[in-house]
C-alpha cells in the first residue's frame, strides 16, 4: 500500500527504496538482484522486509438531536362488551393523533361464559427534538470509528504491525448532524510479491 518508508530489511535482493522515501502500491521495494562481481549481477527471489508509515482512515456521521416524548396530560378511554366475535360498545373514544394506547381486559362472565369489558385508553403525547450532549455524541462517534479501523487492519493480517498515532477531526456538516473523520498511522510491513498484488487484484 501507499506510504512513507520506516526501514528495509533486504533478505535477499537489493534495496530499491530507503527510509523517508514516499511509496505507491505497486512499486518495486526490493529487486530481485544480487551482485556476484562489480560488473554482473544475477536474478534472485527478492525477500525481506519493508516497514512503512501508513494511514487509514474512516468517517461516519450522526445525528445531535433525539426525539423525546413529552406528554401533554390529555387520555380518552373507552369500552367495549365482548363474546367472542361479537362486541357491544360501550363508551366509544376516538384516540388522538399521536397516542399510546392501552388495552385492558376485565372478565365480567364466568369460566364458561367468556363475556369480557375491553377498555382502551390512549394517551396523548408530542415529540420534540432535544440537542444531545455534544461531547457524549463525539465519543460515541470516537469509539465506534476507531474500534472499526482496529478490526479493519487487523483483519489483513499483517504480519509487523503497529498502531502508533490516532486523531479524530469534527465538523457540522447541516444543522443537528455531525461528521467525524478518524484516523490511524500504522507503521507495518507492505513488502508483498508481485503474484500476490495481482491476486488481490
Aim: include cysteine; charged fraction near 25%.
Amino acid at each position: 500500500c501507499d506510504g512513507v518508508i520506516v526501514s528495509v530489511n533486504a533478505e535477499s535482493g537489493v534495496a530499491a527504496v530507503e527510509p523517508g522515501d514516499t511509496v505507491r502500491r505497486g512499486d518495486v521495494l526490493i529487486r530481485g538482484e544480487e551482485r556476484v562481481s562489480s560488473e554482473e549481477t544475477h536474478g534472485v527471489a527478492a525477500r525481506g522486509e519493508v516497514v512503512a508509515r501508513t494511514w487509514v482512515e474512516a468517517e461516519a456521521a450522526v445525528s445531535t438531536v433525539r426525539m423525546e416524548r413529552v406528554y401533554t396530560g390529555r387520555t380518552r378511554t373507552g369500552s367495549v362488551l365482548k363474546l367472542l366475535s361479537w362486541q357491544f360498545p360501550l363508551s366509544p373514544a376516538e384516540p388522538f393523533p399521536v397516542c399510546e394506547t392501552a388495552v385492558e381486559q376485565l372478565p365480567v362472565g364466568g369460566l364458561y361464559l367468556p363475556l369480557m369489558i375491553e377498555r382502551t385508553t390512549y394517551t396523548e403525547y408530542e415529540l420534540r427534538a432535544v440537542e444531545r450532549d455534544a461531547e457524549a455524541v463525539k465519543a460515541e462517534l470516537s469509539e465506534h470509528l476507531f474500534a472499526l479501523l482496529e478490526a479493519n487492519i487487523a483483519a489483513q493480517g499483517v504480519n509487523s504491525l503497529q498502531i502508533v498515532d490516532k486523531w479524530i477531526d469534527y465538523s457540522m456538516i447541516e444543522e443537528g448532524r455531525l461528521r467525524a473523520r478518524a484516523v490511524l498511522e500504522v507503521h507495518r510491513d507492505i513488502a508483498a510479491t508481485r503474484e500476490a498484488l495481482a491476486r488481490e487484484g
